[in-house]
C-alpha cells in the first residue's frame, strides 16, 4: 500500500494538484495541515480516494482534529500537525505518542522542513512543505511503501 503525505500548501493549490496527478495510483493521501482549503477542492476531484487531514496552526476554523490514527492494512500511522507537540525543538512527544497508540509511523509537518529518521521501530517523517520550504530545498511531499517486505518512505521534489 501507498501513502501519500503532504502538508503546509498554504493556498498553493496548484502544489496540491500536482501531488494527487502525480499519484493517481494511490490510494491513500494524508494531509498534515496548513491549507486545508486546498484540500477540500481534492476531495471533490478525487471521491474514491482516502484523504486524511489533521488542522494545521493557519488552518482557522478548521473542525479537523489535531492528531489522527490510521491503519493502513494492519500498519498503524499515527499523523499531526505538530504544532501542539513541540515539534520545532524535537520529535520526541510524537514518537512518545506513536509508542503510546503502538504506530510504527509517526507523521508531523509544521517546520517546513523534511525530516526523515527510523528509531526504536518508529519510521518519523515530516514532508517538508510542497509550497513554502524552509530548508533551503524545492517543495515536496513523501510517500511511503508499505509492503510485506517492511516499510520505505521517501521524499519527492515537486
Given at each position: 500500500m501507498r501513502l501519500i503525505v503532504f502538508a503546509d500548501s498554504h493556498g498553493?493549490?496548484?502544489a496540491v494538484k500536482e501531488i494527487f496527478a502525480r499519484n493517481e495510483d494511490a490510494p491513500v493521501?494524508?494531509?498534515l495541515g496548513d491549507g486545508e482549503s486546498d484540500l477540500e477542492r481534492m476531495r471533490k476531484?478525487?471521491?474514491d480516494k482516502t484523504i486524511l487531514n489533521v488542522a494545521g496552526n493557519c488552518d482557522y476554523?478548521?473542525?479537523a482534529p489535531d492528531f489522527g490514527v490510521f491503519?493502513?492494512?494492519?500498519t498503524k500511522v499515527f499523523f499531526t500537525h505538530g504544532h501542539n507537540w513541540g515539534v520545532?525543538?524535537?520529535v520526541e512527544r510524537v514518537f512518545y505518542k506513536a509508542k503510546e497508540v503502538d504506530a510504527q509511523i509517526a507523521l508531523f509537518a509544521h517546520t517546513h522542513t523534511r525530516f526523515y529518521e527510523y528509531y526504536d521501530g518508529v519510521h518519523i517523517l515530516n514532508p517538508g512543505s510542497a509550497a513554502?520550504?524552509?530548508d533551503g530545498r524545492r517543495p515536496c511531499y513523501a510517500f511511503i511503501d508499505i509492503t510485506p517486505r517492511g516499510i520505505m518512505c521517501s521524499?519527492?521534489?515537486l
Open positions: 498553493n493549490f496548484r493521501f494524508i494531509f476531484a478525487y471521491p476554523s478548521s473542525s491503519d493502513a492494512e494492519g520545532k525543538y524535537t513554502l520550504p524552509r521524499h519527492v521534489e
